[in-house]
């Protein structure tokens, strides 16, 4: 098993890391990471936070390397301990310079997130308006009241509206008689004068209540001067004309106060008869439902204004609704947000002074409502939010955003609670490392205050939160993948952070070379390929070794029964020379249970007593002789358990794919691997690995019900307080998968295998154990990205709903808010962009080598998604052997491909492919020109598909590889 099979793909590499005994226990994940994550890591990381606080630097890390005689100087008691003396200057001179810097740091950054704040909000170029609006269009209302559902406004509410409207105007119009009774001398009471509305549709019992009801207030109380019957009847096909003119000369007879109907502009063009039915001409002029852009909608209104005057020059002109949304869907280039609203309102309300407009605002208080009725602008057409407050100031500097120096005030208290511990425990890391992390941790901080805010600014409904109750805790899952990634990108990628290092280091002159126990387990393996690492073993320059050779479940005697000749011909040939070498012995277990836990455990039996160390070495692998001689000197520590060398592969230089699977996995050997070791936290991977046997025994051997069994391992030994060391330098090499479906399969394997590690050990990863924090920061965030594939599967199925209710039911889905497009865009490019950018820096490949690597790593994450969801369910466990192409397998005579069709690994990727590119053509059929949310929500569904673009193109490059020439 490779160390990937924690969880990362090499590409997108998890932070991860290990460090020397002495010091790793006060070195871990700054709590600024952690709390965006699980609250569990999140207390360990502040645990840790804690246990360096008053640690002078230079005593957290030693710079020694484990292959040189330096080790770690012994930690100081913290100054303030029970028996502890007072620091000395020299102490005190190093905290105090350890704040500084953090504090000059935070600064610097907190000043760039202000100037950051302040770009996005300049002050508009907005004409202030006079204080008072002439007249407001009225619907009373409340937050979660609504027409539809028969709740309607206490008295109490409509008292405390009108009092505030008094403020505000001196008349308003409404759109109903029969809903608000009372209301017309409610009114009279404020001193507000009231255009009467009568609502009239096709429910005829209806209507006339209205009709009544407008009458009687018309005749009772002085504030009714006007009364409008039927509101865009016309224009939506409610009544037709002649029923809608024999209402209004009905009303026209019957009340002393003028009447009339309203409609859009274009209607009354269209039907100039409408005019001879009426006293005045009630118009309305909406150009954001006419696409306009806000900057040219004043001019655009008011010359359709001067269109409706110069056709009925005999009649009054009254504007009935003029407006912009400040929330909802684009129509075209028209923008429906607060600065659009403010501007268009201003700007219109100061040139409406001097022709002596007569119009109606629309509308006074937003109306969540409608949003069932209008979509979701349908909620944001108020000059005063559902809350009763207003959304912009009329004269004074105008922001796109009226609160954001609150919001950079609390984006800024929360940054520097997130910088400052980072920067005072690693304050040993380089100061661009350091710099970097504390502008990204910003920039997260900041991006979270925004999409926390958004709710406040959209009328949510109950199936809204109940998606958001979802939605955030995916959001801030995504959060902490992308700071665990950060964190390792910046400790890895500026040379000088990291501190522990381990080279090969031989045994001392004169000294005895332990026992070793090497174990080859295999299992269906072609027999050439096993006998080829049998070989290189009995190479070994080591003078105290065994080999055992546990073939387990292989069915095939012309799998098993060569590699039983070739050992007894090792054998054969050793005894005849009379030479001397390591005992090697073959077994067959034809239905052994556990997996290769189980072959690896049977091994364990027949060990040799003498035997202080084990080795497992997979079957395709050919080991240099100096492997052991090299990593013996780290034999002597008794505090190291694990001694890891990285695992390596040849014969892949000849097909695309092959170049393609090295590199994906070298990359998680030369960054990830790495960033574990600085915090004693490596993945004892299934090869090339060497386990101090009494560890191994203690540990109670190989656990058979896991089918990653090796880094379940790993994690037990930790538990026992051993170290691990790796050594970055190959000494073996085996074989990449033979094709696309036996890669995708290993990583799922490894996939489910770490979920069930999960699973077993959230106790110790979680709650009490000896593990240190930085051990169980390593472990978890190493599967976050994993999980994080998970979520990608879930949000793409979540997408196709999203987007096929909002072609057939756009009222009640619309086009997601931002808190649903925008995160999933920065979390997918963040982690495009990381990844290559250390690849480049620590893997030594082309730019060719490293598009390659990316291309495989997301080719994975739907199978990476299946393993997790069948890990975190509990889902009996297989462990399929991965097929790896044979020795003989090159370029002249490639591996066989298999009967079956190039997409046959790849089905559900391909459905799930054609799903969303189906979603994006509907989509860009019905979009219209500058409708840049549908464009973003298109672009994020593009996102989406990548992954299963790159499986295909994985598999399909598996198919070519396949062919000869």
Known sequence: ???????????????????????????????????????????????????????????????????????????????????????????????????????????????????????????????????????????????????????????????????????????????????????????????????????????????????????????????????????????????????????????????AVPVSTAEPWHIWLRQPELAEHVDFI?????????????????????????????????????????????????????????????????????????????????EAVDQPWKH???????????????????????????????????????????????????????????????????????????????????????????????????????LGFMAAILLTQTFEFVELFWEGSLRRHAAPRPLPAG?????????????????????????????????????????????????????????????????????????????????????????????????????????????????????LRELAGHFGDPSVGIVQAPQAHRDWHDRPLRRMMNWEYDGFFRIGMHHRHERDAIVQHGTMTLIRAAALRRAGGWDEGCICEDTELGLRLFRQGLRAVYVDRVFGTGLVPADFGAYRRQRQRWAQGAMQILRRHAGALFGDSPLRPGQRYHFVAGWLPWIGDALHLVFSFAAMAWTLGYLFAPHLFGLPIALFVVPLAVFFLARLVLGPLLYWRRVPCSAAGIAGAALAGMGLSHSVARGIIAGLLGRRAVFHVTRRVAPAATAETPAPAGKRGWLADVREEAALLLGLLACIATLAVHREPGDTALAMWMLVLGMQSLPYAAALACALQSRLDSRPG
Request: hydrophobic share 50%.
């Open 372 to 474: 069932a009725t209008e979509g979701a602008v349908g909620a944001h057409w108020g000059m005063l939010d559902a809350g009763r407050q207003q959304k912009f100031e009329l004269a004074g500097p105008l922001y796109a955003d009226p609160y954001w120096q609150t919001k950079v005030a609390i984006a800024s208290a929360v940054g520097l609670a997130a910088m400052l511990p980072f920067l005072l425990v690693f304050a040993g890391m380089r100061l661009s490392a350091r710099v970097a992390f504390a502008i990204i941790a910003q920039a997260a901080v900041s991006f979270a205050v925004l999409l926390g805010t958004l709710p406040l600014d959209n009328y949510l409904r109950l199936p809204d939160l109940a998606v958001l109750a979802v939605l955030v805790p995916a």
């Open 1 to 255: 098993m490779t160390a990937a099979a924690v969880g990362v793909k090499a590409i997108a590499v998890p932070a991860g890391g290990a460090g020397r005994c002495t010091v790793a226990r006060n070195i871990g994940t700054p709590p600024a990471m952690a709390m965006a994550g699980d609250p569990s890591v999140m207390s360990a990381m502040a645990a840790m936070a804690s246990a360096t606080a008053g640690v002078p630097q230079p005593l957290l890390r030693t710079g020694a390397d484990e292959g040189g005689a330096a080790e770690a100087a012994p930690l100081a008691r913290p100054a303030g301990g029970k028996g502890g003396r007072p620091p000395g200057p020299s102490r005190a001179g190093a905290a105090a310079a350890r704040w500084l810097g953090a504090l000059a740091i935070a600064a610097l950054v907190l000043l760039a997130n202000f100037a950051a704040w302040r770009a996005m909000n300049p002050p508009l170029p907005a004409p202030d308006a006079p204080p008072r609006v002439a007249g407001l269009a009225y619907n009373a209302f409340q937050r979660w009241e609504s027409p539809l559902a028969q709740r309607f406004p206490t008295r109490e509410e409509l008292v405390a509206d009108l009092r505030l409207l008094a403020s505000l105007t001196p008349r308003l119009r409404t759109y109903s008689a029969a809903e608000f009774p009372e209301l017309p001398a409610l009114a009279q009471q404020f001193g507000l004068r009231l255009s009467l509305g009568v609502w009239l549709d096709h429910r005829l019992a209806n209507n006339e209540r209205e009709i009544a009801a407008a009458a009687q207030a018309a005749r009772e109380h002085g504030s009714v001067e006007r009364v409008i019957a039927g509101n865009e009847t016309q224009l939506h096909g409610k009544l037709a004309p002649a029923v809608l003119h024999a209402y209004l000369d009905r009303l026209r007879a019957g009340l």
């Open 511 to 627: 000294s005895t070379p332990p026992f070793v126990s090497i174990h080859v387990p295999c299992c269906n393996e072609p027999p050439a390929m096993v006998n080829a690492t049998i070989d290189s073993l009995l190479a070994l320059d080591w003078p105290a070794h065994e080999i055992l050779v546990i073939d387990n479940n292989t069915a095939d005697p012309a799998l098993w029964l060569p590699v039983q000749a070739h050992v007894r011909q090792r054998l054969r040939e050793r005894a005849a020379t009379g030479g001397h070498g390591p005992a090697l012995r073959f077994f067959h277990l034809p239905a052994h249970p556990g997996f290769k836990a189980g072959a690896l455990n049977f091994a364990l039996e027949q060990t040799d007593a003498r035997a202080a160390w084990i080795a497992v070495v997979d079957a395709d692998y050919l080991v240099q002789p100096e492997w």
């Open 282 to 362: 009630t118009v309305h002029l909406l150009p954001y439902w006419e696409g306009v852009p806000v900057e040219a909608a004043v001019d655009e209104t008011l010359r359709r204004y001067a269109q409706v005057r110069a056709r009925f020059p005999d009649k009054r002109i009254v504007i009935g609704e003029i407006g912009w949304p400040s929330g909802g869907a684009a129509v075209g280039v028209a923008r429906p947000t607060p600065a659009a609203q403010g501007l268009f309102v201003r700007s219109f309300l100061a040139r409406a002074q001097a022709p002596g407009l007569d119009y109606y605002l629309m």
